[in-house]
């Protein structure tokens, strides 16, 4: 029986193309600045992004927790959406390691911050308060669906910054998908931000890596931060060669991985009891399904060889590069099979 891993797009591995970039890729010690690879991807992303400078790290949570010291003072406050990855899944690195306060203000189900709230959580110059110190955004927003800000909600959220002069941190970890999504290139969501990071091994199918963009100042400040995170890395241009391969060549096939999850949002909506939750706008599904505990639907599917996870109260699935339309039909015929078997 084939494994039809839909658990999320970070179980892709590196295409025989890409694992060649990796085998020929010239290298160097990068925390000496000497990884032509590296030099490569960084100056590849920054274009792309139309930043000045950028940075390759280990991990999204790298990136987001660098940018957030590079952009703060120990003691300031960052006003994150209630939703967002950095305040769920970041095992509290801005708490912990930054000393940082997270101010979560509510993303509605768009994944949008509500601008009054934001407008509210801005401190006031009063000594009793936490200086407010930078605002995030995620963008595609994971927990809300994997839904896509536009170019006007980016403005939206800069504009309310900009009152107070508050830079704006975006975790673009799918930001490519973002851009797809609205068929614009990603440097046009990029615009309104100061920062944005992006992730290497999510839709773009790298074995590892995010990279964090912005001005040379802001670059500079993150590579020492970066540093006192464990993250200077020496030949990294095994990891930055499938960077660069990938901005070349794993951009515009996420379109196909669209295409599937609404394939795949559209079979799992006929099937008795299910309910998507919502409707997907990029690679992420979701859905309820009546009458299950989902833990154990969970683990009914793997069983019959699709996986996939319970994000409490609801059942992710992913498309991503390895998934091909054949296998979202497969795992449809599988999960009404045991949907409908046990209604
Ligand atoms: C929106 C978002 N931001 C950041 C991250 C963190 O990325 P990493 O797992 O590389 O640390 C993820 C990971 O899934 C994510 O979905």
Redesign the pocket.
Known sequence: MKIIDLR?D?VTLPSPEMRQAIAEAELGDDVFGDDPTVNRLEAMAAEIMGKEAALLTT????S?LTAMLAHCQRGDEVIVGDEA??LH??AGGAFALGGLGLRPVRNDDQGRLNLEDVRSAIRGRDIHFPPTGLICV?NT??RCGGSVLSEDDLAAVRDVGAEHSLPLHM?G??LFNAAVTLGVPASHLARYVDSVAF?L??GLACPVG?VLCGTQDFVARARRFRKMLGGGMRQAGIIAAAGVYALAHMVDRLAEDHENAQVLAQGLSSIPGISLAPPPQSDLVFFTAEGWDLGELVHRLCQRGVLCLDEGGRIRMVTHYGIERHDVEEALVRIRELVATEA
């Open positions: 999320s970070t991990s999204g949570t790298q987001n990855h950095i899944y970041e995620e927003h994971n975790d970890a799918r992730s091994c999510k995010s």
